[in-house]
C-alpha cells in the first residue's frame, strides 16, 4: 500500500514536471506580449517595446524562460503578473474563493439531487418515469453550458425580474403547473391506478394550495417563513429525515424528530427577533458564526436524540441531529428572507433582485443579512447552469450503479429474510450504489475547482476560470501558469486519491504495489 | 426519562410556542415595511453605473503597468490636467488647474502656472512640484540605471533587485517627455518652466498634469509626516539631483501605486484633485466614485456617484443593460451586438459613431514581391505604377458600405494617414493629399489596367496578403479584395493570414506584400505618423523611404504653429500617395448605447471616449442605482 502510494505520487510528479514544460510552451507560443504596442501610434511605443521586452526576456529562447519560471516557481515564487503588477498568489487566492463559493454550492446540489433521482429512476426502470428522466438527462448532458447561461439570464434574470414587477400567476397558470406536477409525481410513485391517482391528486392539490397561499399573502415580494409554513414544513422535514434514517416504525426517532419540531417552534421566536437583532448577534454575524449556531443546532439535536434514549439511541441521535440542524436552518432562510423587501428597494438592486453580472451589487452597503440575500440572488443563476449540466451526469452514473447493485443476490437474500423494502433500498441497495461513485466524485470535485470556465465568464464572476481566460488574453504568462500548474496538480491528486478512496471502501479491490 | 414524561415535555414546549404565537411579532414595518425588524443598512444614494470591458487596478496611470486605458478611465473622472479634447477633438486649456503657454521659441520654452484653489483631497495644493516629479518619471532622464541593466528572469522578477533599488529607476517612460531636459520650479511652487532639447510639435499633449500627488511619494518613500515637508524634499532630490533619495522615490512611483483586491487602508494612495472621489474597489468586478464635495471647478460632479462595473462579453453587458445592472456601456461594435442593441426597445438609446483605430492596407516596397523595384531590375517607375494599380483596385468604399455601415450609417472612407476623422485638421490634409482622386472610391479598372499595361508586366500578378487569421471582419474584408481584386484579371490575392501576424509584420516581411491591419490613435499628435512613414523607423515594415516625406517630418516634428503643422502634413501625405504606400480604409466604428434615464452622454473618438463630458451627465429617476 504505501509503495502503491509513494510510486502514483512519484509518477503524479514527473508527469507534473513533463506538463509544466509541455504547457508553458504552448502558453509561450499562443501569447504575444507585445501585441498591444504593435499596433499602437503612440510615439513612445518603441521605447516601451525595448523595456517590455527587456523585462520579460523575450529575446532569451522560451526554454530559458522556462527555467527561470520553473526554478522560482518551485521555491514557492508564483512571479507576478507583469500588466498589473499584482503578486500571482494574490490573484490566486481571491479566485480560488470565489471559485469554491460558486462550485460548492453546485456541486453539493448536483450530487445530492443527482443521486436521488437516478436512484428513484433505477427503482422504477423502463417505466415512463425513467424515460422522462433519461430524455431529460441527455438534453442537459447535450445543452452547451454557454447557451444555457444565456437563456438563464433571459428567462430567470429579466424575466423573473419584469414578472416580480407584478408577481401574479393566473389561475389557469396555476392549474396547469398543479396538473403537470400531479402527473409526474405518480409518475415516481409507480403502483396500481388508484394509488398513482391518489398521488396525483394530493400533489397537484399540494402544489395548487402552496401557489394560492404565495399569491394572496403576496408571498413573492415578501417572502417568509411565518407560524404556518414553519410548522407544515418541520413537520415534513421531521418525517421525511426520520422515513430516509430509520423508518417511521421507530418510534423513539419519531418523538426525537418531533421534539426537534416543537423545540425550533419555541426558540424561533426568541432566535429570529431578538438573537439575529441589530442589538444582539447581527452585527457579529459572519458566515463563522452561522456555522458554530448551525453546529450548536446539530449538538442539540443529537442531544434529543440520547434523552429519548434506547437500545438502538445512535439512531435516534442521528435523526435528531439531522431534523434540528435543518430546521435552524430555517429559521436562519426567514431571517434572510425577511430582508428582501428592503434589498429590492435598495437603490443598487432598484427592484430587480436577481442579478446577471459579478458576485456583489455595488454601492449595496447592508449588514450580514443583506450581504448573504446579495451573494445569492448572484450565485443562483451561474449555480443552476452549473447544476443542470452535472446533475445529468450524476442521474445517469447513480441509476446504473444501482440497477447492477439492486440485481445482485444479496439483495434478494435480504429480502428473502423479510426485511422491509426502505432497509434493503436504502441500506443494502443504495449505500453499496454509493461505491462506484467515489472514484468520480473527487475528480469531479477538484475538476471544478479549475473553476467552470465559460459559467464564470458569462455571469463575470471573479474565480478561477475568468483569472485563466483574462490573463491569457493579455499575455500574461505567470498566472496562466500558475493556474494550469495547480489545475494539473490537483487533477493528478484527485486521481491518487479517487483510487485509494475505492480501495478503502470496497475490500474486494486490492491496491497492489 | 421515561417516555410519557418526555411526550409531556414536549406537549409543554408545543403549549408554549402556541402561547408566543399570540404575541405580536416586533415592528416589521420599515420605510418599506419589511427590514426584518431592524435597520438593514442599506445604502440609499443614487448612481450611474458604467459597463467597462477591463477592470480598474492601479491609480499611477504614467508607470509601466498602470499604463492602461481601464485605468485612464477612472483617473480622469478624478483628476483634473491642462487640457482636455472636447468631442472635435480639439484641445480645450482648462484654467480650473492652471494655464501654459510657451515663453521662448528657441530653445522651446514652456511656463505653467497652476491655478490657486487647485488641490488634491487629503488639503495639500496640486502645484509645480507635482509636475515635477510627473517631470522626472516619465523622462527617464534621471535614471541612473538603464533599462537593458535591468536583469529579470522569465517571470518578470528583476533579478538583481538590490542593485536595482540602490538606482534611480523610473519605469515608466515616454521617449517625448524626455525632450524636456530641464525644468525649474518657482518659490512659491505654482509655476514650472520646461525647456526642450529641441523643438517640439506636439508639446502640447506631453506633459498635461501630475499622475500622482508628489508629496505623497515623498512621505511614504522617505518616511516623512508633513506634507508640506515631503513636497520639499521631493523638489530638493530632483534639484539637487539626489540619487538616494530619488532611488526611494522611484521605488515607490513604480510600486506603490498598484492595487490589490479593494482600496488600500491608506487613503492617501487614491487622492483626488478633480470631480470625484474614489470610495470603493472590488478588484476585477467594480470601483465607485463619489462626488468631491471641495471641488470647486467647471467640470464639477452633476451625478452624485459614478459606478464602473466591468464585464469582458459585450453580449453579456447587453444582458446586464436590460437588467437594470448597468446604464451605460460602450463596448467594441459587431454586427451581433448593435442588432441586439437596437431590439432592446425605446427606452435604451443606441448611438453609432467612430472610435480611434482605423484600417489600413501598406505594401512591402523592399522584399523583393510584385511591389519591389528590385523584382523589376530595379525600375522604380514599373514597381510605383504596380502599386498604384493594385490601391486603385482595393474596393475600400465597398468594403465600408458591406461592413461599417450596417454598424455605423455615417461610416465613410477614412482619407487621411495621419489625422482623425472629425479633427480639426482632417479636413485641410485630407484635400492637400489627394488620396481621393489617386485612388478613388469607385474602383478605377480602367486606369489600373492603363497603369499595369504601361508597366508591362504579365498578369495576373500575385500578391501575399498578411491579416489577422481569426479576426472575423478581416476575413470578410479580404473576401471582399479578392473578389473584386482578382476580378480586374490583373492581381490575383494570396491569403497569407496568420494569428501571429503582428510579429510577422516585421519579423517575416518576405512572407507577405501586403498587410491589413489597425493603427490606434491615443491622441491628436502630429509626430505620431514618423514611425509609420519614416526611414528606418519602428513601425515603418516595408522598407519605405523617401528622403523628402524624412525632411517634411523633421520639419513638423519642431513646428509649433497648428495652421503650418496642417500645411505639412498635407505634403507628406500627398507623398505618401503618389508614392502609392498604402490606402487608409475606414475607422472602427463604436456603438454607445444607455438607459435613456441616464442624460449627457457624449461620447468621443479617442480615450475617454464614453467618459467624456461627465460633467453635463444626469438622470432623471430609474437607473441601475436608484429606486425604481
Known sequence: MLIFVIRRVLMGLALLLVSSFVMYMLVDFTIDPLSDLRTSTDPSAPLQMEQRTEMLNLNAPPWVRYFDWLGAFVTGDFGVAWRTG??????????MISTLQLVSFATVAAIVLGVAVGIVSALRQYTTFDYLITFFAFLMFSLPSFWVAVLLKQWGAIGFNDFLADPVIAIPVIIGIAVVTGFVWQLAVGGDLKRRVIHAGLAALAVALVLLYMQLTDWWLRPRLDWVLLTVTSLGIALTVTTLSTGLRNRRSLYTALSCVALGLVLYYPVRYFLFSNAWLTPYMNYGVALLLGLVAIGVGALIGWLWRGPDWKQSARTGAISAFLIAFLIFLDKVMSYWGAYMAAPAIGGRPIQTIGDRAPNLGGN??????????????????????????????????????????????????????????????FRNSLIPLASIIPVDVIGLIGGALITERIFSRPGMGQLFIANLNADDIAPVMAYLVIIAFLAILANIIADLLYAALDPRIRVNA | MKIRRLTAFVAGAAAAALAITACTPPDETGDDGNTGGDDSGIVTDTAVTVGWNQPFYEYNTSSATGNATANANILYLMQESFNYYDPELNLVPNEDFGTYSIVNEDPLTIEYVFADDIAWSDGTPVDAVDLMLQWAATSGNLNTLADEDIETDEEGNVVNQDEVDANVYFNGTSATVGYITEVEVSDDNKTLTATYDRNYADWEVNLTGAAVPAHVVAMHALEIEDPTEAKQAVKDAIENNDTEALAKISKFWNEGFAFGDTLPEDTSLYLSNGAYLLTEMVAGQYVTLEANPDFTGAHAATVER??????????????????????????????????ALNDLGDDYTVETGIDGTYEHVDLQ??????????????????????????????????IVDKLIVPLNPEAEVRQSYNVVPGSPMYDGVTEANGQAEA????????????????????????????????????????????????????????????????????AATDQ?????????????????????????EINNFYGYSNPEVDELQDQLSTE??????????????????????????????????????????TPITISPTVFYGFWEWGTTGDTADSEG
Open chain 2, 560 to 601: 509649433t504653429d497648428p495652421a503650418e503643422q496642417e500645411r505639412l502634413l498635407g505634403e507628406i501625405e500627398a507623398h505618401l500617395v503618389n508614392d502609392a504606400f498604402g490606402v487608409t480604409i475606414f475607422q472602427f466604428p463604436s456603438v454607445t448605447a444607455y438607459r435613456n434615464t441616464v442624460t449627457g452622454i
Open chain 1, 86 to 95: 499584482r503578486s500571482v498568489s494574490d490573484l490566486l487566492g481571491s479566485a
Open chain 2, 512 to 536: 507577405y506584400d501586403a498587410a491589413l491591419f489597425g493603427w490606434q490613435s491615443t491622441s491628436t499628435a502630429v509626430t505620431a505618423g514618423n514611425a509609420n512613414f519614416g526611414t528606418g
Open chain 2, 439 to 506: 485612388f478613388p472610391l469607385e474602383n478605377d479598372v480602367a486606369g489600373a489596367e492603363a497603369l499595369m499595361a504601361e508597366a508591362g508586366v504579365e498578369t495576373p500578378v500575385d500578391v501575399r496578403i498578411l491579416f489577422a487569421a481569426s479576426n472575423a471582419r478581416r476575413q470578410q474584408e479580404y473576401a471582399i479584395m479578392a473578389e473584386a481584386i482578382n476580378g480586374s484579371g490583373l492581381f490575383n490575392l494570396v491569403d497569407a493570414s496568420s494569428d501571429d501576424w503582428g510579429s510577422m509584420l516585421s
Open chain 1, 368 to 429: 450580514f443579512w443583506v450581504q448573504v440575500l446579495d451573494q445569492y440572488t448572484h450565485l443562483i443563476l451561474p449555480t443552476l447552469s452549473l447544476m443542470l449540466i452535472s446533475f445529468a451526469g450524476y442521474t445517469r452514473f447513480s441509476r446504473g450503479s444501482m440497477l447492477e447493485v439492486m440485481n445482485q443476490d444479496y439483495i434478494r437474500t435480504a429480502r428473502a429474510k423479510g426485511i422491509n423494502e426502505r432497509t434493503v433500498v436504502m441500506r443494502h441497495g
Open chain 2, 306 to 339: 459614478i459606478t464602473v462595473r466591468y464585464n469582458e462579453d459585450p453580449m453579456q453587458q447587453v444582458l446586464a443593460l436590460e437588467n437594470g445592472e448597468i446604464d451605460v456601456m460602450a463596448p467594441q461594435a459587431t454586427a451581433d451586438l448593435v442588432e
Open chain 2, 365 to 398: 516596397v523592399t522584399n523583393g514581391g510584385p511591389f519591389d523595384p528590385a523584382t523589376y531590375g530595379g525600375d522604380a517607375e514599373t514597381a510605383l505604377k504596380v502599386r498604384q494599380a493594385f490601391l486603385k483596385l482595393v474596393p475600400r468604399q465597398e
